[in-house]
């Protein structure tokens, strides 16, 4: 660890917190009752002025086996310009039939359109988010793309229709297909070839 994630690291201790050394980044798992509570003592108290980025992870089936325990969480990415250094937050949701966490849009406004995106693509909830609706997908889509039980090929599809002049939406008519790679070659492909001789 180098003296600065160190520092970062003994500081973190000192406040009460818990942090995870592993592979040179340093990483804080909190209930989700403790998420904006951490964030903002991370904030006020540690001086990690700028969220880096948000996103929505999908536990479920992690690693191809089983996870024991909550399968929704948020990562977050901040980042400290006056220290140099970075540490991620994660916080699970409690329920995964309907994943909530609190809203980090009050403390970094750069959360806002991430914390749309979670939600859109995970389908977690952020209470205290003023404007919390689909930002990639279309408003009529159902379901969250991201999450491990969607299908791949998704519901239905779209196509315009020039008899409607529209786009309709219909069920989906990818049949499934083997992806194995076919190779084609010429018979005798790899047969030596004998030289010419001239005469």
Known sequence: MTPRLQRLFDALNDIGLAPIERLGEITLEVAAADYLSTAERLKSELGFEQLIDLCGVDYGAYADKPRQGPRFASVVHLLSVRHNVRVRLRAFCPDDEFPVLPSLLELWPSANWYEREAFDLFGIMFEGHP?????????????????????????????????????IYQPVTIDPREVTPRIVREPNYAEEISPVKNG
Request: proline share 8%.
């Open 131 to 167: 404007d919390l609706r689909r930002i990639l997908t279309d408003y009529g889509f159902i379901g969250h793309p991201f999450r491990k039980d969607f299908p791949l090929s998704g519901h239905v599809e779209m196509r315009y229709d020039p008899e409607q002049r529209r786009v």
